[in-house]
């Protein structure tokens, strides 16, 4: 870990700085539909929850990266995983370690859960995330991902 940055659990208080940095990692990713008011009632109810965790990367004492993990259950595996729902630092703090260190922090405290498997998907033109991820020692898998949206009215 660097002298400048730690990684760190985050609560309930941390939603006000955390929340500017998950709106970056939104517009990042082009979300459209969901505006403030929701990504923050999102934040409050996963730092609360009791099957989820949120690390958060300080730089220099500002909130400037992040990961989630959800505590899930795996039947391929036939144990309980977490899946990384997240990862993300802001473009200026890029190329400092922080991903990688965000994603070693995960896999840490996956293992204080007694969870030795963590799990996560990306896009596969995301080349520069895939090479973060390649880097950390994680293998690709063949899986294909779907999703069945439940009310197709929904966003």
Not at 42 to 59: H, M, Q
Not at 91 to 116: D, E, F, K, M
Not at 130 to 137: F, I
Request: with cysteine; glycine share 10%.
């Amino acid at each position: 870990m660097s002298d400048t940055f730690s990684i760190t659990r985050l609560s309930r208080g941390d939603v006000g700085e955390l929340l500017p940095v998950f709106r970056q990692y939104q517009a990042f990713y082009e979300v459209c539909g969901v505006d403030e008011l929701q990504a923050r009632a999102y934040l409050s109810e996963i730092l609360a929850a009791t099957d989820a965790f949120v690390l958060g990367a300080r730089n220099q004492g500002d909130v400037v990266g992040f990961a989630t993990g959800f505590i899930t259950y795996s039947g391929y595996f036939a144990q309980r995983i977490v899946h990384m729902g997240d990862v993300f630092v802001i473009p200026t703090n890029r190329r400092l370690g922080i991903g990688q260190t965000l994603i070693r922090a995960v896999a840490s405290h996956a293992l204080t859960l007694g969870i030795t498997r963590v799990r996560w998907l990306t896009s596969r033109s995301n080349d520069g995330a895939q090479r973060l991820y390649e880097g950390v020692g994680a293998s690709k898998s063949d899986v294909r991902q779907y999703i069945l949206r439940t009310d197709p009215k929904a966003g």
